[in-house]
Nanobody, 122 residues
Framework: QLKFVQSGGGLVQPGGSLRLSCAAS????????IGWFRRAPGKEREQISCITRGGETTTYADSVKGRFTIARDNAKNTVYLQMNSLKPNDTALYSC???????????????WGQGTQVTVSS
């Protein structure tokens, strides 16, 4: 019953920044670990970040470590991904996903956002 609405994607120049939002409805996020995934055409989906239910632990893929930051605000029922120092190979469809009673990294996904396109180009 959980639904995610994503926002914040778009076109950005190399070196720029974007903040993605994943807002939940139909339930509260506090029972879910949340992950961010990305998929570029012709490539397999990559789990790039994850945050535990209370925000105690965050994880990052090596490809984004030091540049991306995940955060959650359970009072607002929203999870964020701050993306800095963006590179052309960050271009992908970005999606948030939730695992009920999960940990990080996510081992299963029970709900998905619709995805938002991020394009990094001059």
């Amino acid at each position: 019953q959980l639904k995610f609405v994503q926002s914040g994607g778009g076109l950005v120049q190399p070196g720029g920044s974007l903040r993605l939002s994943c807002a939940a409805s139909g339930g509260t996020l506090d029972s879910f670990a949340i992950g961010w995934f990305r998929r570029a055409p012709g490539k397999e989906r990559e789990q790039i970040s994850c945050i535990t239910r209370g925000g105690e632990t965050t994880t990052y893929a090596d490809s984004v470590k030091g540049r991306f930051t995940i955060a959650r605000d359970n009072a607002k029922n929203t999870v964020y991904l701050q993306m800095n120092s963006l590179k052309p190979n960050d271009t992908a469809l970005y999606s948030c996903a939730a695992q009920l009673w999960g940990g990080c990294p996510l081992s299963r996904t029970h709900y998905w956002g619709q995805g938002t396109q991020v394009t990094v180009s001059s």
